[in-house]
């Protein structure tokens, strides 16, 4: 089983996961990973009216999942919503300067780890790994 391509990407990724854990731990003290992600999310969207459906969609999870991890960002400072004109129920997500600040850190440590992951490995090869893990994800869906 070890020799198996499922296996090696799915071995991969829990590595990849523990690493970058371990990266951004100084950075998730106030909040979980999964709760980063979607402040990443929200500080990289093109979107200027982002709604809570929006988010759950793109990120995979349910509503009610993004609507906990909303609020417990709001409640730390990290996010705002902003109430949509003429329609009560929706409210826009808008990242805080606290929460544009600790994005910025992440992003850079971010692309610092993937230079570290990226030290050793060719051009030639790195471009091979992205298009084929580009391919097994489109077989995936």
């Known amino acids: 089983m070890p020799d198996t391509l499922g296996f090696m990407i799915v071995h991969t990724g829990k590595l990849l996961l523990k690493t970058i854990n371990g990266t951004f731990s100084g950075l998730t003290v106030d909040i979980t990973f999964e709760q980063m992600g979607v402040l990443y999310y929200i500080s990289r ?55 544009k600040a600790i994005i910025d850190e992440m992003h850079n440590k971010f692309l610092d780890q993937d230079e570290v992951l990226k030290d050793g490995i060719n051009e030639e090869d790195l471009n091979t790994c992205m298009c084929v893990l580009a391919k097994i994800q489109q077989k995936c869906k």
């Open 45 to 99: 969207s093109n979107n200027k009216e982002l709604i809570q459906q929006d988010i759950a969609s793109v990120m995979d999870k349910t509503k009610s999942a993004i609507l906990r991890s909303i609020d417990i960002l709001e409640e730390k400072g990290f996010v705002k919503r902003v109430p949509v004109a003429g329609d009560r129920r929706k409210n826009v997500i808008e990242l805080t300067s606290t929460g």
